[in-house]
């Protein structure tokens, strides 16, 4: 069984950063493909980036381009979410989830870090 646990969320200023670390374990990763989501309060989950853990292939959200940078460790079997020039609307919660598929939905998923961002 996957067990995804995510940390680095909180408060910060608008313009500011924060990283955002989604520890995996319990299986296997090489064949994976990680993604960050985000759900902010009132709206729908929305997807941020993804990573092919095997190439590190990565694609990003039109909002977050530019901005926040997907990256892994390999040797830690952890992803990070590097988040950039934070605005306001970039508050939510975050979370990361795996799937072993090309494409189609998330198997298994984090239970998430709130990051808030002030003006």
């Known amino acids: 069984q996957v067990q995804l646990v995510e940390s680095g969320g909180g408060l910060v200023q608008a313009g500011g950063s924060l990283r955002l670390s989604c520890a995996a374990s319990?299986?296997?990763?090489?064949?994976?493909?990680m993604g960050w989501f985000r759900q902010a309060p009132g709206k729908e989950r929305e997807f941020v980036a993804r990573?092919?853990?095997?190439?590190?292939?990565?694609y990003y959200a039109d909002s977050v381009k530019g901005r926040f940078t997907i990256s892994r460790d390999n040797a830690k079997n952890t992803v990070y979410l590097q988040m950039n020039s934070l605005k306001p609307e970039d508050t939510a919660d975050y979370y990361c989830?795996?799937?072993?598929?090309?494409?189609?939905?998330?198997?298994?998923w984090g239970q998430g870090t709130q990051v808030t961002v002030s003006s």
């Open positions: 990573i092919r853990w095997s190439g590190g292939i990565t």
């Open positions: 989830a795996l799937r072993y598929s090309d494409y189609g939905p998330y198997d298994y």
């Open positions: 319990g299986r296997t990763f090489s064949s994976a493909t």
